[in-house]
């Protein structure tokens, strides 16, 4: 981002720059995301109980979607209101059809 687009509030969300504690929180959640799809790798491998897997699974998604939660926040927070205010209404349909995606 060029100091003129900073100076204006534009953010070239192609780019975005998370502060420091975003990166590190979304790093220690995708890290235990991680780390829970190789215990379900396991446990498929170990044969565990369909049930126990399912569980498993459903706790990784949430964990997920709570990620992504937070993703969506910081960029309502940040990329979507400078580009409202600068008069570029085209995010809020970007924003419906990422929300579509990831529903």
């Given at each position: 981002m060029d100091s003129k687009e900073e100076a204006s509030?534009?953010?070239?969300?192609r780019r975005t720059q998370r502060p420091a504690?975003?990166?590190r929180s979304l790093a220690g959640r995708l890290a235990?995301?991680?780390g829970q799809v190789r215990g379900i790798a396991r446990m498929i491998e170990k044969d565990a109980y369909c049930d126990d897997v399912m569980a498993q699974i459903a706790a990784a998604r949430g964990a997920l979607?709570?990620?992504?939660?937070?993703?969506?926040?910081?960029?309502m927070k940040h990329c979507l209101i400078d580009r409202?205010?600068?008069?570029?209404?085209?995010i809020v349909d970007e924003l419906m059809d990422s929300l579509t995606r990831n529903l």
């Open positions: 509030g534009n953010c070239d969300c504690e975003l990166k235990r995301i991680e979607a709570k990620a992504s939660l937070i993703v969506l926040e910081h960029h409202v205010r600068a008069g570029d209404e085209a």
